[in-house]
């Protein structure tokens, strides 16, 4: 499962979160207010799997296809 690190009330980071959803990837959205600490040394938002950033700050639908492999 992905983890997808992100601000409340951000325009970006919900129009980047849509990309997850077009692309079917299983993700827990974490609001980085309420967990802080998962945040640290990320530029936000960003897709974590296992501690490691795949994307991160802003990316495009085309970014992320690319670091999953399917682009």
Same mark, same amino acid.
């Given at each position: 499962?992905?983890?997808? =690190? /992100?601000?409340?009330?951000? $325009?970006?980071?919900?129009?980047?979160?849509?990309?997850?959803?077009?692309? @079917?990837?299983?993700? !827990?959205?974490?609001?980085?207010?309420?967990?802080?600490? =998962? /945040?640290?040394?990320?530029? $936000?938002?960003?897709?974590?799997?296992?501690?490691?950033?795949?994307?991160? @700050?802003?990316?495009? !639908?085309?970014?992320?296809?690319?670091?999953?492999?399917?682009?």
């Amino acid at each position: 499962m992905y983890l997808y =690190l /992100a601000k409340k009330n951000c $325009l970006v980071c919900d129009q980047q979160e849509r990309y997850l959803w077009a692309m @079917g990837l299983p993700y !827990e959205r974490v609001d980085v207010e309420d967990r802080p600490e =998962l /945040a640290r040394g990320f530029e $936000l938002p960003a897709v974590i799997i296992n501690g490691v950033a795949l994307v991160q @700050g802003r990316f495009s !639908e085309e970014d992320l296809a690319r670091v999953l492999g399917r682009g």
